[in-house]
């Protein structure tokens, strides 16, 4: 086991649609180290089945799409990112284009389609599997370039910042960031880098059901909330109304894209129940409507599940523009044409995050945060099916636009080399899984669709005495990328919780039992690590 220094002008963390973007737009005279924790393609844009919302048909307006951005953003919609972000779509679509991803619906080319929220059809799409073609066709492209170079299986563990290597740097008490130490291979490498871009994605496995990756642990969020970065709006966790409810496959999304083409939601008596929620936009609702009204109807009939109906939509069309879904659930024995699909809501998509303005810039220098893992206030409250893609792709662009030509040399860094001390290896794997499903079993029996302060300061007290185990094991014990994982995805959960507890109302994502009112002014919830 021998420590390393790696020097990079740009290092990103991540290599789901924002890290990329980022990686392909930034000038070829810049070296760019990108780290994946996973083999490519991989990260949450993989799995996207919807699609990108952008306002490019003749029927719709920037002004439409901020509307519905605003509308069921609960209120909390940073008006000023929205617009800048929604504006930027088109540029995004060309940007795409020339990289090699066509999606339909684009300028002249096929049929977009429409989710929960819009009011016109603008999810540009590439049948139900829109991440895996952008997240394949890009990650070829970084391959290619030879100013990026690809670290695979490689895990970004603490940010280094000028505070604690290089006092120095901090100017004015605003601290900067100057690399990360990066675990590869038993190794713990630090990497000094003039600009630090968190593009690490979302926290979806901090819940015992998600339609996430195993690799969705919050890794950026943590660490820099961990540097001592404001941590924002967390209690708002959006939960996909429909993922397949099947005990060999948990985690598998089924897209809001058929409720687009009319496939209706259904009790276990047959009821088509969204009609009692919300009869004007039924299926179409924005999502929190959704999912809190399956996670009644379940409750109320003691169900475990609801069903999604799509027979009308017939063999060929399920078979031609759903392939994902139709090969997904014929696997598991459900055939969509002649059946109904039993669905469940999951963890789905992690709305708060690193505070950071739209070209990600940070209150840390020379610090970065794109993607799921940042918040700018574009979905406010709750997101809108198929912004993501489009902020992802929006931020990596901006990111890179601003990202100063000449950096400060990162030759004129220096960091402590990481310390392994007296650090034993994990022998006992128990440990690290027993936490694991503990922490993810509590997020979901107390912190889910509908709280109370009952639950959440419970799932707090529980949360706390789990950390402080493995605090303990971070500390002596070699480190493993589970115990790393495990420890991020535990300081998630519990600002998530934190988050929740300090807002005393209900709005968006987060409904609570005991403040069911919504107050004026919203207000942002920000947490943040005193150091
Ligand atoms: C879906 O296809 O339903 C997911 C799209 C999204 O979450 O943006």
């Known amino acids: 086991?021998?420590?390393?220094?790696?020097?990079?002008?740009?290092?990103?963390?991540?290599?789901?649609?924002?890290?990329?973007?980022c990686a392909l737009s930034l000038p070829s005279e810049l070296e760019i180290l990108l780290v994946s924790k996973m083999p490519m393609p991989t990260g949450s844009t993989y799995l996207a089945q919807g699609g990108l919302a952008a306002a490019i048909s003749e029927d719709d307006s920037f002004k439409l799409h901020l509307e519905d951005t605003i509308n069921?953003?609960?209120?909390?919609?940073?008006?000023?990112?929205?617009?800048?972000?929604?504006?930027?779509?088109?540029?995004?679509?060309?940007?795409?284009?020339?990289?090699?991803?066509?999606?339909?619906?684009?300028?002249?080319k096929g049929k977009s389609g429409i989710e929960g929220g819009h009011s016109v059809r603008r999810v540009l799409h590439h049948k139900d599997r829109t991440g895996r073609l952008i997240s394949?066709?890009?990650?070829?492209?970084?391959?290619?370039?030879?100013?990026?170079?690809?670290?695979?299986?490689?895990?970004?563990v603490n940010l280094l910042t000028a505070s604690r290597e290089m006092p120095e740097?901090?100017?004015?008490?605003?601290d900067r960031c100057i690399g990360a130490h990066i675990l590869q291979n038993g190794t713990?490498?630090?990497?000094?880098?003039?600009?630090?871009?968190?593009?690490?994605?979302?926290?979806?496995?901090?819940?015992?059901?998600?339609?996430?990756?195993?690799?969705?642990?919050?890794d950026g969020i943590a660490m820099a909330y961990r540097a001592g970065l404001p941590i924002i709006n967390m209690e708002f966790y959006q939960f996909h109304p429909t993922c397949l409810f099947h005990p060999d496959k948990r985690n598998f999304l089924i897209t809001e894209a058929l409720r687009g083409e009319g496939a209706v939601l259904?009790?276990?008596?047959?009821?088509?129940?969204?009609?009692?929620?919300?009869?004007?936009?039924?299926?179409?609702?924005?999502r929190d409507i959704v999912a809190r009204a399956i996670d009644s109807e379940m409750?109320?009939?003691?169900?475990?599940?609801?069903?999604?109906?799509?027979?009308?939509?017939?063999?060929?069309?399920?078979?031609?523009?759903?392939?994902?879904?139709?090969?997904?659930?014929?696997?598991?024995?459900?055939?969509?044409?002649?059946?109904?699909i039993p669905v469940v809501p999951a963890a789905h998509y992690t709305v708060g995050g690193i505070d950071a303005q739209t070209d990600g810039k940070t209150a840390m220098n020379g610090l970065r945060a794109i993607g799921e893992a940042s918040c700018t206030g574009f979905h406010g409250a709750n997101r809108l099916g198929s912004n993501s893609l489009l902020e992802a792709g929006v931020m990596g662009l901006k990111a890179a636009d601003s990202i100063p030509g000449t950096l400060m040399?990162?030759?004129?860094?220096?960091?402590?080399?990481?310390?392994?001390?007296?650090?034993?290896?994990?022998?006992?794997?128990?440990?690290?899984?027993?936490?694991?499903?503990?922490?993810?079993?509590?997020?979901?029996?107390?912190?889910?669709?509908?709280?109370?302060?009952?639950?959440?300061?419970?799932?707090l007290r529980i949360i706390d005495v789990l950390a402080g185990e493995i605090e303990a094991d971070y500390w002596t014990m070699l480190p493993v990328i589970g115990l790393l994982e495990l420890r991020n995805i535990c300081t998630v959960g519990r600002i998530i919780v934190k988050s929740a507890l300090r807002r005393r109302e209900s709005r968006g994502l987060h409904f609570s039992l005991d403040c069911p009112e919504t107050k004026q002014p919203p207000r942002d919830t920000v947490i943040k690590l005193m150091l």
Not at 169 to 174: D, I, R, W
Request: charged fraction near 20%; glycine fraction near 10%; include cysteine.
């Open 1 to 21: 086991m021998s420590n390393g220094v790696i020097e990079t002008d740009v290092l990103i963390l991540g290599a789901g649609m924002a890290g990329l973007t």
């Open 72 to 108: 069921a953003g609960g209120g909390l919609v940073n008006e000023e990112a929205a617009i800048d972000i929604i504006s930027a779509g088109p540029r995004l679509v060309r940007q795409l284009s020339s990289w090699g991803v066509n999606l339909e619906g684009s300028f002249g």
């Open 136 to 156: 394949e066709v890009l990650s070829e492209c970084s391959l290619e370039r030879g100013n990026i170079t690809v670290m695979e299986g490689a895990f970004a």
């Open 169 to 174: 740097l901090v100017e004015n008490a605003v």
């Open 188 to 218: 713990i490498l630090t990497v000094l880098a003039g600009e630090t871009v968190i593009a690490t994605g979302g926290s979806g496995k901090v819940y015992r059901y998600t339609s996430n990756q195993d690799s969705s642990t919050g």
């Open 266 to 286: 259904l009790n276990l008596e047959g009821e088509r129940f969204m009609e009692n929620y919300d009869p004007q936009r039924m299926e179409l609702a924005p």
């Open 299 to 340: 409750k109320r009939l003691g169900n475990d599940h609801v069903l999604l109906d799509a027979t009308h939509l017939g063999r060929e069309k399920l078979t031609i523009s759903f392939p994902e879904v139709t090969n997904g659930v014929t696997s598991v024995g459900i055939i969509p044409w002649e059946e109904p």
């Open 409 to 459: 040399d990162p030759d004129s860094f220096h960091a402590r080399d990481w310390s392994f001390g007296r650090a034993e290896p994990l022998m006992e794997n128990v440990l690290v899984d027993y936490a694991w499903s503990a922490l993810r079993n509590v997020m979901w029996d107390y912190v889910g669709i509908v709280r109370s302060d009952r639950r959440l300061h419970r799932a």
